[in-house]
């Protein structure tokens, strides 16, 4: 069984960073890759990035440059920290644990991000 408890979130003015941390638990927590994923009303859910726990990295075109994951093993914690925040940004995002192809989810925060 695996837990994904997310932090961060909330509203910035456009230009502007936040950041956004998910840690994980349960027994299979420390071989987890993961990643981040987002959300907007009444659109589908998208990539935004993923990283292994080897520390292999992968973005989404829209954020590359200005986004950056990362994760502390020691701690089963994945972060973004996201830079240079633009109003298409907003949306909510969620955090995925993924092993083997099984995806487990958090429960999403939302980024609104102002013009």
């Known amino acids: 069984q695996v837990q994904l408890v997310q932090s961060g979130g909330g509203l910035v003015q456009a230009g502007g960073s936040l950041g956004l941390s998910c840690a994980a638990s349960?027994?299979?927590?420390?071989?987890?890759?993961l990643g981040w994923y987002r959300q907007a009303p009444g659109k589908q859910r998208d990539f935004v990035a993923r990283?292994?726990?080897?520390?292999?990295?992968n973005y989404a075109d829209s954020v590359k440059g200005r986004f950056t994951i990362s994760r502390d093993n020691a701690k089963n914690t994945v972060y973004l920290q996201m830079n240079s925040l633009k109003p298409e940004d907003t949306a909510v995002y969620y955090c995925?644990?993924?092993?083997?192809?099984?995806?487990?989810w958090g429960k999403g925060t939302l980024v609104t991000v102002s013009s």
């Open positions: 349960g027994s299979i927590a420390d071989r987890l890759a």
């Open positions: 995925l644990g993924d092993l083997l192809g099984l995806n487990y």
């Open positions: 990283i292994t726990f080897g520390g292999t990295t």
